[in-house]
């Protein structure tokens, strides 16, 4: 080191070794609908906007894809589905290893009952069907942090 460096051997070793870490991922949006139409919709949506995403057609499907993906960031489900529906979804969420991952539901079908339970479970927000797709975007950036 010389007496002009204002960075110890150490500490420019450190920031070599960050610098040269591989940038994360960048984070997903897991779309969660039994309607195919719906789950297209949502992705192109997100899309147009450079928000990448991935879906599935069940509340099963959506819980084993949470488990392998890491750079799911947040999710995007819809209430009324089969065996595991959006609420129960959202609960096995808060009991798992992503309790913190931010919920958006987006319901044709709710009443004040379903809306109620939502919030109890410490969802983003709750959107009806048809959706603002100006509204959806800009909750969406903001829980993934993307500058509005």
């Known amino acids: 080191m010389s007496d002009h460096d204002i960075l110890s051997d150490a ?9 040269q870490e591989p940038d994360l991922p960048p984070q997903r ?3 969660v609908d039994d309607d195919k139409d719906a ?6 949506i997100l899309a147009l906007d450079g928000i990448r995403s991935l879906t599935a057609a069940s509340g099963e499907a959506a819980l084993k894809m949470l488990e392998e993906k890491p750079s799911i960031g947040l999710v995007i489900t819809d209430l009324r589905m089969g ?4 609420l129960e979804l959202i609960r096995q969420v808060r009991e798992s290893v992503r309790a913190a991952l931010p919920i958006i ?3 044709g079908d709710a009443d004040v009952k379903d809306a109620i339970a939502a919030m ?3 969802v983003v927000d709750f959107l009806l069907k048809p959706i603002d797709a100006a509204q959806l975007l800009e909750l969406v950036k903001r829980e993934l942090g993307v500058k509005l």
């Open 11 to 19: 500490e420019r070793e450190a920031l070599s070794a960050v610098m």
């Open 29 to 31: 949006v897991l779309i």
């Open 39 to 44: 789950r297209e919709l949502l992705s192109e």
């Open 83 to 86: 065996h595991i529906d959006g």
């Open 105 to 107: 539901i987006v319901s």
């Open 120 to 122: 109890h479970l410490s």
